[in-house]
């Protein structure tokens, strides 16, 4: 089983007592529109609504008939005829977005502040790193191409190597300080590579340095993949069984949008979900297996030091 953005989204609003993204309005912070009726007529780039907005302003149609207008789609504010009683959306550069196309209405428009579906997207992200980084062991390969003696994975999903192989041949792992020891000139030396190390947080040593372009094949933690708002994305999230998911990232998200929450006092003082995500973690980093938990293995350290708790 697997979990997309849509379902980890509604059990976050669920925690926060809100059950569809209109709400998602309701708790803006910061933003000019929180939640309004707008009036758009086809042909007129005018949109009647009292509001406060300023240029650069983000909202967001939560209805829309109109076919350019696409519903839960971020638009940003116009200079042009802004108002407090109306306002128009930038289209292509230099005009106003013009409404074409279907029926024109009266709509629902929230301001696109701290709790949009972008916003929303980017905290499940980040919770599902970080369980991966802390208790959730995820095994890939990927493969690297070099001609270096040390090459970056900082820019892969692999944040932890256990293995490196040329073609089917296995690399041996050895400590750079070790490699030191054994030959001075190790950064110097080249030849067919029979040895690998880490150097530093985000790179992988080879011993000796290849003298022309090679695939290197590395094999260990990997990141899940980065899910998106994008209806039409098959990217979904299998690091854990559902229920786990469906427990832990969304209090996260929860957390995260209670602190940044400054209208509402009482929502910041709910920011107890935290707790739940890191009690979560705890409890998966537990059940790994032991020999993930030595000193200098990838869980060598709880999620939660207990000092802290």
């Not at 709400?23 to 707008?38: C, D, K, Q, R």
Request: glycine content about 8%; overall charge negative; some cysteine.
């Amino acid at each position: 089983m697997a979990l997309g953005f849509t379902e980890l989204r509604n059990e976050a609003l669920k925690l926060l007592n809100e059950t569809n993204t209109s709400v998602v309005g309701e708790l803006a912070t910061g933003v000019g529109l929180p939640i309004t009726s707008a009036t758009v007529s086809i042909g007129n780039p005018l949109i009647s609504a009292v509001n406060s907005l300023a240029v650069g302003d983000q909202v967001r149609f939560i209805t829309s008939t109109v076919t350019n207008i696409i519903a839960n789609k971020t638009y940003t504010v116009s200079a042009t005829n802004l108002s407090g009683t109306g306002f128009q959306l930038v289209g292509v550069a230099p005009a106003s977005l013009t409404p074409t196309g279907g029926t024109g209405g009266t709509f629902t428009v929230v301001g696109n502040s701290v709790f949009s579906d972008e916003t929303i997207c980017t905290y499940i992200n980040e919770a599902a790193k970080e369980m991966a980084r802390s208790c959730v062991w995820n095994e890939d390969s990927i493969s690297i191409n070099t001609s270096t003696r040390v090459t970056t994975f900082a820019d892969k999903l692999l944040w932890h190597p256990l293995t490196v192989k040329i073609g089917s041949s296995l690399l041996i792992h050895c400590g750079e300080m070790e490699l030191r020891s054994y030959d001075l000139g190790y950064t110097s030396t080249t030849g067919t590579p029979t040895y690998w190390y880490r150097s530093g947080n985000t790179n992988i040593g080879l011993y000796p340095a290849p003298t022309s372009a090679i695939d290197i094949v590395v094999t260990g933690g990997v990141m899940p993949a980065t899910i998106s708002t994008d209806p039409t994305s098959t990217v979904t999230l299998s690091i854990a069984p559902d229920d786990i998911l469906l427990k832990a990232i969304p209090a996260y998200v929860a957390g995260k949008l209670a602190f940044k929450n400054y209208d509402d006092p009482s929502l910041v003082g709910r920011a107890f979900w935290k707790d739940w995500y890191d009690l979560t973690r705890m409890q998966l980093w537990a059940q790994q297996d032991t020999s993930l938990k030595l000193p200098g293995c990838p869980y060598g350290v709880p999620p939660i030091p207990q000092s802290q708790k």
